[in-house]
């Protein structure tokens, strides 16, 4: 338990985690939030949409 | 409650809100963490369908007991809608954990405290719906269904609050792990995860209301 924990902060001081940067620096990060943010502005249309249809069912009653 | 049948201005608040934080969570800086690498960013994901399910359930059990003083069928539909959505946000926030979990823990079950603890919490939410399904007459099963809300919101408290704090534990904040402050206290995770939580509970309010306002239409008050 002791030695993973000296090894655990070693690391973090050492700075060797390793993350994504290569990722990033290709730009595909981008692609991934493009995907993500069609799917949730998709989302936010459709709620938007419904939220509209029940007030004019609503209005109509 | 009410308020938010009325108003539009925070359903809007909470589209900025994820937009940003979809933006924000993929592409700030964090903390470089062990084990956790980039994956990090899904904090702002799945713990708020936590804090979520929590907000949820906090306005069904007001309503329970409201429901109990005002005998008012709206307030019982307001009660159990909220527990309906505030489940759903639990079971997408056991799910992202559990997916979450194969990549970190190396297994989506490590028979974790917290997550032992919330499958029981989630479980005796299901069994509120098992029990409204028994009942045939209205006004018992409010009643009946308002008293059980109320005993499964104070079983939270234990169950996601203490329990998991009390012995070893994988999750960041419970047994003996240090909270994810001492990783972000001067970092950006924190200006993601805020709105996040905001967004995420806006969001779930404003189904509950979606739901609601249809059962209203159709007088089904299982909407």
């Given at each position: 338990m002791l030695n993973f924990l000296t090894t655990f902060y070693a690391n973090i001081l050492l700075g060797q985690i390793p993350m994504a940067d290569a990722f990033r620096s290709d730009g595909k990060i981008y692609v991934v939030l493009a995907i993500m943010l069609i799917l949730l502005i998709g989302?936010?249309?459709?709620?938007?949409?419904?939220?509209?249809?029940?007030?004019?069912?609503?209005n109509r009653k | 409650m009410n308020y938010l049948l009325r108003t539009n201005w925070w359903k809007w608040l909470s589209a900025i809100?994820?937009?940003?934080?979809?933006?924000?969570?993929?592409?700030?800086?964090?903390p470089r963490l062990p084990i956790l690498n980039e994956t990090v960013r899904v904090l702002h994901f799945h713990v708020p369908m936590w804090f979520g399910m929590i907000f949820l359930y906090t306005g069904s059990v007001i309503h329970a007991i409201k429901y109990l003083s005002n005998g008012q069928m709206k307030t019982d539909l307001f009660s159990t809608q909220l527990a309906a959505v505030g489940t759903f946000f639990g079971i997408m926030g056991m799910v992202t954990g559990m997916f979450w979990a194969t990549f970190t823990w190396g297994e989506p079950w490590s028979s974790d405290p917290k997550q032992n603890a919330s499958a029981i919490a989630l479980l005796i939410y299901f069994a509120y719906f098992v029990l409204r399904g028994s009942v045939k007459d209205e006004?018992?099963?409010?009643?009946?269904?308002?008293?059980?809300?109320i005993f499964a919101f104070a079983?939270?408290?234990?169950?996601?609050?203490?329990?998991?704090?009390?012995?070893?534990?994988?999750?960041?904040?419970?047994?003996?792990?240090?909270?994810?402050?001492?990783?972000?206290?001067?970092?950006?995770?924190?200006?993601?995860?805020?709105?996040?939580?905001?967004?995420?509970?806006?969001?779930?309010?404003?189904?509950?209301?979606?739901?609601?306002?249809?059962?209203?239409?159709?007088?089904?008050?299982?909407?």
């Amino acid at each position: 338990m002791l030695n993973f924990l000296t090894t655990f902060y070693a690391n973090i001081l050492l700075g060797q985690i390793p993350m994504a940067d290569a990722f990033r620096s290709d730009g595909k990060i981008y692609v991934v939030l493009a995907i993500m943010l069609i799917l949730l502005i998709g989302l936010f249309y459709y709620l938007f949409r419904l939220d509209r249809k029940i007030k004019d069912l609503e209005n109509r009653k | 409650m009410n308020y938010l049948l009325r108003t539009n201005w925070w359903k809007w608040l909470s589209a900025i809100l994820l937009v940003y934080v979809f933006i924000g969570g993929l592409l700030f800086p964090v903390p470089r963490l062990p084990i956790l690498n980039e994956t990090v960013r899904v904090l702002h994901f799945h713990v708020p369908m936590w804090f979520g399910m929590i907000f949820l359930y906090t306005g069904s059990v007001i309503h329970a007991i409201k429901y109990l003083s005002n005998g008012q069928m709206k307030t019982d539909l307001f009660s159990t809608q909220l527990a309906a959505v505030g489940t759903f946000f639990g079971i997408m926030g056991m799910v992202t954990g559990m997916f979450w979990a194969t990549f970190t823990w190396g297994e989506p079950w490590s028979s974790d405290p917290k997550q032992n603890a919330s499958a029981i919490a989630l479980l005796i939410y299901f069994a509120y719906f098992v029990l409204r399904g028994s009942v045939k007459d209205e006004q018992q099963r409010a009643r009946l269904s308002a008293v059980y809300n109320i005993f499964a919101f104070a079983a939270l408290i234990p169950l996601l609050f203490i329990l998991p704090r009390l012995t070893d534990s994988l999750h960041p904040g419970n047994g003996g792990n240090p909270g994810f402050n001492t990783y972000d206290l001067d970092s950006n995770l924190r200006l993601v995860f805020y709105p996040a939580v905001i967004g995420w509970t806006l969001v779930g309010f404003w189904i509950a209301t979606l739901k609601i306002r249809l059962s209203l239409l159709t007088d089904d008050l299982d909407a």
